[in-house]
């Protein structure tokens, strides 16, 4: 596996999964390359970390949009009245997945919300 290898797959499923959401403009694409970079980083001193790059970019990206006032991904799979985001599970590990907190329901793979 090259470097750059889980930073593509790590672009490629969250831009998949903003554009599902409507959410892939500039300022969400930028927000992606900058988490990119300073995973890019990361990964330069944890080479060991590769699998865990996607869902880390993942959850990068989800902060920065909450702190831009906008819940990314937000949670539409169960029937609480409260609105709600996915979330990241596991949070360090391979296989990433965006399940519902308040459901248990796990919704979908990372880069692959419907
Ligand atoms: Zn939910």
Known sequence: MTPEAPLLSARAAVLHDLTVR??????????????????????????????????LVAQ????????????????????RPVEHSLQIQPELGD????ICDESGLVVAPLGQLP
């Open 22 to 55: 409507g959410l892939a403009d500039a300022r969400a694409v930028s927000l992606l390359e900058e988490a990119l970079a300073s995973r890019r980083w990361w990964l330069n001193q944890w080479a060991e970390g590769a699998a865990y790059v996607p869902g």
């Open 95 to 98: 296989d990433p997945r965006w």
């Open 60 to 79: 990068d990206v989800q902060d920065a949009l909450y702190d831009d006032s906008c819940r990314w991904p937000r949670c539409t799979s169960c029937d």
